[in-house]
């Protein structure tokens, strides 16, 4: 469809021109201007990153990534070109390497990304208040992927490839800008093309099931926080606040005497593991189950280094409690 000025009951056709032939480059000048507009192509997101390639033994460059409202990560690739060339294959094995992203390592990227453009704000302050968390949600966040692709125009064949991969459950977008010229000025009509508005609403619509079971999820999680010690903590926090302060009294000189006041059957097995194991779960995993911050890890006189588990819920916290209270400990429970 053609865009068209209208002065004086007359109709007149506004030409078309390219981004190459306005000297417009994808970096410096789409890409510079879609950062602090993302809402033009992708709404509700918040840039965390741009050209981001944080991964070992990989060249590949995520044009930017984003966060949407849902804590789904969204990979944003964009062309100049009129065909968008095999820009959907870039943007798949981005969402693949990204997968695996946790809250914690996305809030030191975001951090990254900050300072980069001269902010002093708090990365994990504003990535809260973004998703309107009251804290980190390690199981809520990333449980998607979604890949945002935005060309001059795209090829049939990638059309073609987009829309049988949303048939299977992805969710891609491809979104046109078409570069007009009129009176000396650039003007781009933005365009989400795949999938239409009106298909879109329908898409939804099949996929609500999944999103009631996820909505059914969360809704039972347990937000619970806990005072101990004049402070308050969450669970994850109260375990390890509990056993650094048993440990500072204590000062047991290996895991077996921590494990006496502490015993496996708590929360089963992984309660404490040596920090090596920890680290290569984690390398396998892409989560960090236990706690693995230099001042968080146990350390005895042996030179031993063990790492406390940071999987805690309704099922083992309340044995922990238990086992704390028995130490001697007050815990108060809170809303």
Avoid at 132 to 147: S, T
Wanted: glycine residues 4%; aromatic residues 10%; proline residues 2%.
């Amino acid at each position: 469809m053609a865009i068209y000025s209208f002065n004086g009951n007359v109709l007149q056709k506004i030409e078309t021109t390219t981004f190459n032939v306005e000297k417009i480059l994808e970096r410096q000048h789409l890409q510079a201007a879609i950062k602090h507009q993302i809402n033009v192509i992708a709404p509700n997101c918040l840039v965390i990153s741009e050209e981001f390639s944080e991964w070992s033994g990989s060249q590949c460059r995520i044009d930017l990534l984003a966060v949407d409202k849902k804590g789904n990560l969204v990979v944003i690739e964009l062309k100049r070109t009129e065909t968008g060339e095999h820009m959907e294959l870039q943007a798949l094995r981005y969402a693949a390497m990204v997968s695996t992203l946790t809250f914690s390592r996305a809030t030191e990227i975001y951090q990254k990304y900050l300072s980069s453009i001269g902010s002093e704000d708090v990365a994990e302050n504003m990535l809260l208040d973004f998703l309107g968390w009251e804290e980190p949600q390690e199981d809520n966040f990333a449980l998607d992927v979604r890949i945002v692709l935005v060309s001059a125009d795209f090829s049939k064949e990638l059309t073609t490839s987009v829309m049988w991969l949303n048939e299977k459950d992805l969710d891609i977008r491809c979104v046109r800008l078409i570069p007009y010229k009129y009176q000396g000025q650039i003007l781009v009509d933005v365009q989400q093309i795949i999938p239409l508005p009106e298909v879109e609403s329908y898409q939804i619509k099949i996929k609500q099931q999944s999103e009631e079971r996820r909505e059914a999820r969360e809704s039972s999680k347990d937000y619970t926080r806990y005072l101990f010690h004049g402070n308050s903590f969450n669970k994850r926090q109260l375990v390890l606040a509990v056993i650094h302060h048993w440990a500072e009294v204590n000062k047991p000189k290996n895991v077996s005497e921590v494990l006496q006041a502490f015993p496996r059957d708590i929360r089963g097995s992984g309660l404490f593991v040596p920090e090596q194991e920890a680290k290569e779960i984690y390398e396998r995993q892409g989560i960090y189950r236990h706690f693995l911050r230099d001042d968080e890890v146990l350390e005895f006189i042996d030179s031993t280094r063990y790492a406390i588990s940071n999987q805690w819920g309704k099922g083992n916290i309340e044995k922990f409690i238990g086992q704390a209270k028995m130490l001697g400990y007050e815990i108060e429970e809170t809303n």
